[in-house]
């Protein structure tokens, strides 16, 4: 039979493992709750069921499509193969403009309508999101 050391070890070992696991679950399940998935116009267009939850929508900002109404923005984002019109209420980045890169983040309302919570643009003329280069098929 084993000794009281020996259990008292295996207990202790036991412990630390159920807190590790524990942890990792945890921190997994925050995670998740937290992420923001990305998509494109053409991506949105094949959908087949309209989720509830937040997500980001990427491309260029179509020209001559930015419309301000008081404290609300209207504008078209697109991958020059599908367009999405999004509305925010709110002041945009000083980098927001006409045929220029743009990140929406919010919620879609149909496939054609976007309402957007923030909105992100890029940070110089070179510069451009990945998701957005990788859906705009640029390299």
Do not use: C, W
Not at 118 to 123: G, M, P, T, V, W
Request: charged share 25%; no cysteine.
């Amino acid at each position: 039979m084993y000794g009281r050391k020996v259990k008292l070890r295996f207990l202790f070992i036991i412990i630390i493992l159920i807190t590790l696991i524990l942890t990792t679950f945890l921190i997994l399940k925050s995670l998740e709750e937290n992420v923001v998935y990305f998509q494109s116009p053409s991506e949105i267009k094949l959908l087949t069921e309209i989720d509830k939850s937040k997500i980001r929508v990427g491309g260029m900002v179509k020209k001559n499509s930015i419309s301000i109404n008081s404290n609300e923005v209207n504008f078209i984002i697109t991958d020059f193969k599908n367009e999405i019109n999004v509305t925010y209420s709110g002041a945009v980045p000083n980098l927001f403009a006409e045929e220029k890169g743009v990140v929406a983040e919010g919620f879609l309302k149909d496939r054609n309508f976007f309402s957007a919570t923030k909105i992100l643009a890029k940070h110089d003329e070179n510069y451009m999101p990945p998701e957005v280069k990788e859906a705009l098929g640029e390299k």
